[in-house]
């Protein structure tokens, strides 16, 4: 299995398909497994790059302070790593706070970003949600009863009525996480404490803001204070959906991230 170590710990990585670069960065829920539809719509056109963040998966967890800040330069480290000049880089939730600061360190060497999900500053709203899952996670210290408080602010609530199946294997794959639950707590305060809001005007390459209508976590505020920062973007809004829009509305998602992808694929 391949890993790669950064001045922080060892990072799991997995790579996928060959021509231009693609980089997925997860969120603070799950690891790169979170990506494989993905990983597999995209990888017959592009070098797909997906890893655990430090702390997640198989890469190394330890009960340091976290931030997103850090986790960007591992990512940074990652890609001198594997030799990548330049990379398309797509974040769901706390990987597009991740994927804000890499552009802000290495702004030539991002060709385009995808924020899925993310904030650049959580409002009241997503401070309390994160706050509570991870209170519960924290009071609990069960994995299980984490992923039953918390699977209702992933979904809308009309997915979640209509799809049990579904929101079972959400819930399933959260409560059987390996990982150590500080790691998740320190990854959680980073979320709580990350702020460029006053930097996106400083990110200059072009933006694709997709978001959930119905997100408790990044919610239409959060989103809009994030879209009105950037000065070359584009946004959609999955209006009926929420945090997990990429579950719900899969083959839309999709067909926007690819066309997104290939039109941007050849900028300089």
């Known amino acids: 299995m391949p890993h790669f170590e950064t001045s922080r710990g060892r990072l799991y990585y997995e790579e996928n398909g060959e021509g231009p ?9 799950g690891d790169l497994s979170a990506w494989r539809p993905q990983v597999a719509a995209l990888s017959s056109s592009y070098r797909v790059i997906s890893f655990d963040n430090r702390g997640a998966g198989m890469s190394e967890q330890t009960a ?6 850090a986790m960007a ?5 990652l890609l001198d790593g594997l030799k990548v000049e330049r990379a398309q880089v797509v974040g769901r939730s ?24 993310s904030f650049a500053r ?7 949600v994160l706050t509570n899952m991870r209170d519960v996670l924290e009071w609990r210290d069960s994995w299980e009863d984490h992923a039953r408080h918390s699977v209702a602010n992933f979904v809308s609530g009309d997915f979640y009525n209509r799809n049990p199946e579904v929101v079972a294997g959400i819930q399933s794959l959260i409560g059987g996480e390996s990982r150590l639950p500080v790691c998740y707590v320190t990854q959680n305060h980073a979320c709580l404490e ?27 505020t959060c989103t809009q204070w994030m879209v009105d920062g950037l000065s070359n973007v584009e ?6 959906s929420s945090h997990f829009f990429l579950i719900e509305e899969p083959a839309r998602f999709m067909a926007k991230l690819s066309g997104w992808l290939a039109e941007h694929a050849d900028e300089v």
């Open 94 to 117: 706390m990987g597009g706070a991740i994927a804000q600061h890499l552009a802000l360190m290495a702004p030539d060497r991002i060709q385009s970003l995808v924020l899925c999900a």
């Open 64 to 69: 340091d302070p976290e931030s997103t800040a």
């Open 73 to 77: 330069q591992d990512t940074l480290e």
């Open 194 to 220: 990350h702020d460029t809001l006053e930097s996106l005007h400083l990110i200059s390459c072009p933006t694709l803001v997709l978001s959930g209508g119905r997100d408790p976590i990044c919610s239409p």
């Open 21 to 29: 670069t693609v980089v997925l960065i997860h969120g603070l829920a």
């Open 235 to 240: 946004s959609e809004v999955f209006a009926d």
């Open 122 to 128: 959580l409002d009241p709203l997503g401070r309390r």
